[in-house]
Structure formats: structure tokens, C-alpha cells
T-cell receptor, first 115, second 115 residues
Framework: DGGITQSPKYLFRKEGQNVTLSCEQNLNHDAMYWYRQDPGQGLRLIYY???????QKGDIAEGYSVSREKKESFPLTVTSAQKNPTAFYLC??????????????FGPGTRLTVL | AQSVTQLDSHVSVSEGTPVLLRCNYS??????LFWYVQHPNKGLQLLLK??????LVKGINGFEAEFKKSETSFHLTKPSAHMSDAAEYFC?????????????FGKGTRLSVIA
């Protein structure tokens, strides 16, 4: 089956710890994205990558870091600098290029809770 | 800058009655518009997308949306609600002229369906 996988489904972190969320896709998409979802706020963009070895900050990048060493993988690290990391994190991917019609395909999400 | 406003944070309907979820957008260019659905603790699934080919767009599960440029609206409708339609719905915009840039999400509308 083609799709996007995220792991783990649930993640608990102590304050002051860095944690890494995994995102893998086998759709052969060039572009990948990370969003944060909080109740009543919709989805907010953290980072995105349109090609391997390149990525751009989104609206709320502070306290997060990413890498894009392989086309299939786009891990997100939540650092201790992120003041309020408890949230639902969603990874997405899409075809690159085109005139903007390309929809994004989403993974099932990771729920991060800081203890 | 482009933005999207979902006019209702919560809509409640009875099973078998019509559904209307309202969305207005703001964009300097001709937009590409999407509706996504999210069931609790799940990722997002594409319902439909507007790509300028036709103003009335049909999607999955009996949903459709009409693009009205004069009103800058893209409201989502369904003739008859089912219990399984209860979920969060997101209206999403991308500015077409900017290529494959990230999507901009509305804050979401929670749809409740009463038996």
C-alpha cells in the first residue's frame, strides 16, 4: 500500500528533552511538510521541504528542527527550546511543481505530550 | 497574503438533513481551494478540490462545493447527512501563481450529526 507512516502514534516527553518524530512516505513525492494541530486553531506549518537536502521554515519553526537526507523521510525534532510542545503533529507529502493543484496526503499523526 | 475563514466553528444537523459548511477566502491571485475531513485522532483526507476547470466540484461521500469568485466563497454542501459524516472539516487555500507552496488552513468546522 502506498502512503505516509508516522511513528510513534503517542509520545511522552519530559521537560528539557529533545524528541524526534518519524515520517516516511512511499508515494515518490518530492515535497514533504510538518504541521502542528492544537484544538480550535487548525493546522499551522512548522517546516516544509520541496526537494532532498533543502527545507524552509514555516510559520512556527522556533523550537523545531528537521532534516531531509532521503526523499522518503522527513523527521522532525522537537527541541527543549519549544515552550509548549504538547500537540498533535501531522506530516504530509505532495507532488512538487505544477500550478498549485497538487493536494497533500497526510499521515495518521503523532500525539506528543510533555509531562 | 492569502487566507481562509470558516464562518462556523461548530455546526449541528439531524441525520438526513442538508449540510452547509461555509468558507470564505482571500487571495490576490486565482486560488486553488480544497476541503479536507478529519475524524478524531486521525490524519486528514481530501474531500474535493477546485482547480478552475468547473465552479461546481463534486467530491467523495456525496459532498460538493461551489466556487463563487464574486463572493470569494467555497461553501461545502451535502444533501443528506449521515452519522458517519460527524468530523472536523477544513477549508484550505493555495495561491496558484506561487507554484507548489504550502497550504493555508482554516481553523476548522466541527460537524455533529444527531440521530
Amino acid at each position: 500500500d502506498g502512503g505516509i507512516t508516522q511513528s510513534p502514534k503517542y509520545l511522552f516527553r519530559k521537560e528539557g528533552q529533545n524528541v524526534t518524530l518519524s515520517c516516511e512516505q512511499n508515494l515518490n513525492h518530492d515535497a514533504m511538510y510538518w504541521y502542528r494541530q492544537d484544538p480550535g486553531q487548525g493546522l499551522r506549518l512548522i517546516y516544509y521541504s520541496q526537494i532532498v537536502n533543502d527545507f524552509q521554515k514555516g510559520d512556527i519553526a522556533e523550537g523545531y528542527s528537521v532534516s531531509r537526507e532521503k526523499k522518503e523521510s522527513f523527521p522532525l525534532t522537537v527541541t527543549s527550546a519549544q515552550k509548549n510542545p504538547t500537540a498533535f503533529y501531522l506530516c504530509a507529502s505532495s507532488l512538487a511543481g505544477g500550478r498549485g493543484y497538487n493536494e497533500q496526503f497526510f499521515g495518521p499523526g503523532t500525539r506528543l505530550t510533555v509531562l | 497574503a492569502q487566507s481562509v475563514t470558516q464562518l462556523d466553528s461548530h455546526v449541528s444537523v439531524s441525520e438526513g438533513t442538508p449540510v452547509l459548511l461555509r468558507c470564505n477566502y482571500s487571495s490576490s491571485y486565482s486560488p486553488s481551494l480544497f476541503w479536507y475531513v478529519q475524524h478524531p485522532n486521525k490524519g486528514l483526507q481530501l474531500l474535493l478540490k477546485y482547480t478552475s476547470a468547473a465552479t461546481l466540484v463534486k467530491g467523495i461521500n456525496g459532498f460538493e462545493a461551489e466556487f463563487k469568485k464574486s463572493e470569494t466563497s467555497f461553501h461545502l454542501t451535502k444533501p443528506s447527512a449521515h452519522m458517519s459524516d460527524a468530523a472536523e472539516y477544513f477549508c484550505v487555500v493555495r495561491v496558484m501563481n506561487s507554484g507548489n507552496t504550502p497550504l493555508v488552513f482554516g481553523k476548522g468546522t466541527r460537524l455533529s450529526v444527531i440521530a
